[in-house]
């Protein structure tokens, strides 16, 4: 029985820009009706003109797909609330980072009393924007997003009408937090319903399967499976691919990021299954619960995959994909 999906939608994705832009784009907008796009370019994304410009790049990088990018701001606690109405019809929410905590991150926030925060956060409150974030503090890697939940909820108590999306969640300290404030949500990737860290590092090191947050406790997987595969309504997929060519991955200092967009539909279908998930949650996962939070109404696009083995590819020109070169069960028949 072929399994279809309505509009998927990868609510975190990096899409970078230039030669790599080319690459990557059209394998997210060949199987996705859209995607949230992260603004951690050098420089980032600050400005109408901009976000303006990023997006003509993408549309022209993903030649005839039919596929939507949903922009996003990088978060300076300088906006004003003027700045924000006049962006908002062009973003689909603002993307917060802790100064230097991830890839490209350097011009992130450096603290997070609330009243430095306020004028921002207030406008977009009530102009609802949605604010994304990477809840990590700089603490032990391990700990970094536990210790950030305490964050999260000030911040949900303080702006009770600010929709906050925690992305791409790794503890069951977070999946606990959702069901604690009605303003929080969350993101959650293939790779982190997949691994732990003794994928990453409890055998031979593998660089593919580095990246920030780091995969966390087998207990802790487990809590994010229980939500995504009982498609929770405050989550929703969000790939958080984030390609960087082999030589950055296959090095001393390597580079923080799985790649997954080109396999992750087919990896979730089987993923779902193994679990004896139905298929209507993964298509609430993958899509509806997103365009509930987010008010979408994404491009029609229908993805039917087939049972029928599929090798991941070694090398998608230049980036290596997660779980390369392993045989998948489903494969993409077709996209209408
Ligand atoms: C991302 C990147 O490479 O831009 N890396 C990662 O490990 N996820 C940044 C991020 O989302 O943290
Ligand atoms: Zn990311």
């Given at each position: 029985?072929?399994?279809?999906?309505?509009?998927?939608?990868?609510?975190?994705?990096?899409?970078?820009?230039?030669?790599?832009?080319?690459r990557v784009a059209p394998l997210s907008a060949y199987t996705?009706?859209?995607?949230?796009?992260?603004?951690?370019?050098?420089?980032?994304?600050?400005?109408?003109?901009?976000?303006?410009?990023?997006?003509?790049?993408?549309?022209?990088?993903?030649?005839?797909?039919?596929?939507?990018?949903?922009?996003?701001?990088?978060?300076?606690?300088?906006?004003?609330?003027?700045?924000?109405?006049?962006?908002?019809?062009?973003?689909?929410?603002?993307?917060?980072?802790?100064?230097?905590?991830?890839?490209?991150?350097?011009?992130?926030?450096?603290?997070?009393?609330?009243?430095?925060?306020?004028?921002?956060?207030?406008?977009?409150?009530?102009?609802?924007?949605?604010?994304?974030?990477?809840?990590?503090?700089?603490?032990?890697?391990?700990?970094?997003?536990?210790?950030?939940?305490?964050?999260?909820?000030?911040?949900?108590?303080?702006?009770?009408?600010?929709?906050?999306?925690?992305?791409?969640?790794?503890?069951?300290?977070?999946?606990?937090?959702?069901?604690?404030?009605?303003?929080?949500?969350?993101?959650?990737?293939?790779?982190?319903?997949?691994?732990?860290?003794?994928?990453?590092?409890?055998?031979?090191?593998?660089?593919?399967?580095?990246?920030?947050?780091?995969?966390?406790?087998?207990?802790?997987?487990?809590?994010?499976?229980?939500?995504?595969?009982?498609?929770?309504?405050?989550?929703?997929?969000?790939?958080?691919s984030?390609p960087?060519?082999?030589?950055?991955?296959?090095?001393?200092?390597?580079?923080?990021?799985?790649?997954?967009a080109p396999?992750?539909?087919?990896?979730?279908?089987?993923?779902?299954?193994?679990?004896?998930?139905?298929?209507?949650?993964?298509?609430?996962?993958?899509?509806?619960?997103?365009?509930?939070?987010?008010?979408?109404?994404?491009?029609?696009?229908?993805?039917?995959?087939?049972?029928?083995?599929?090798?991941?590819?070694?090398?998608y020109d230049?980036?290596?994909?997660?779980?390369?070169?392993?045989?998948?069960?489903?494969?993409?028949?077709?996209?209408?």
């Amino acid at each position: 029985m072929p399994t279809t999906l309505h509009s998927p939608l990868d609510m975190h994705l990096h899409l970078r820009d230039g030669e790599m832009l080319k690459r990557v784009a059209p394998l997210s907008a060949y199987t996705f009706s859209g995607a949230l796009v992260m603004p951690n370019l050098v420089p980032p994304v600050t400005s109408k003109e901009e976000i303006l410009e990023y997006r003509s790049r993408i549309i022209k990088a993903i030649g005839n797909e039919n596929f939507v990018p949903y922009m996003t701001l990088f978060f300076q606690p300088t906006y004003t609330r003027e700045f924000l109405e006049s962006v908002q019809d062009e973003i689909t929410a603002i993307k917060l980072y802790p100064a230097g905590i991830t890839t490209n991150s350097e011009g992130g926030v450096s603290g997070f009393e609330i009243g430095a925060l306020r004028p921002t956060l207030e406008a977009m409150s009530e102009l609802g924007i949605p604010l994304c974030i990477h809840g990590e503090t700089n603490g032990f890697v391990m700990d970094r997003e536990a210790e950030f939940v305490p964050i999260y909820e000030s911040l949900a108590l303080h702006f009770p009408k600010l929709k906050i999306i925690m992305e791409h969640i790794t503890t069951k300290e977070s999946v606990a937090a959702l069901d604690r404030f009605e303003n929080l949500y969350a993101t959650i990737t293939l790779h982190h319903l997949m691994i732990t860290l003794d994928d990453v590092a409890g055998g031979m090191l593998q660089p593919h399967l580095f990246c920030k947050p780091i995969a966390k406790r087998p207990e802790d997987r487990e809590a994010l499976l229980r939500v995504a595969l009982a498609a929770h309504p405050k989550v929703m997929f969000g790939s958080d691919s984030a390609p960087h060519p082999r030589e950055a991955k296959e090095c001393p200092g390597c580079a923080a990021g799985v790649f997954t967009a080109p396999i992750a539909l087919q990896m979730l279908v089987e993923l779902f299954e193994s679990n004896g998930a139905p298929i209507e949650n993964l298509q609430k996962f993958i899509s509806d619960n997103a365009r509930k939070i987010y008010q979408l109404t994404p491009v029609k696009k229908e993805v039917v995959l087939q049972k029928s083995p599929f090798v991941v590819p070694e090398i998608y020109d230049g980036v290596v994909p997660f779980h390369a070169k392993t045989t998948l069960q489903y494969t993409i028949h077709t996209v209408i």
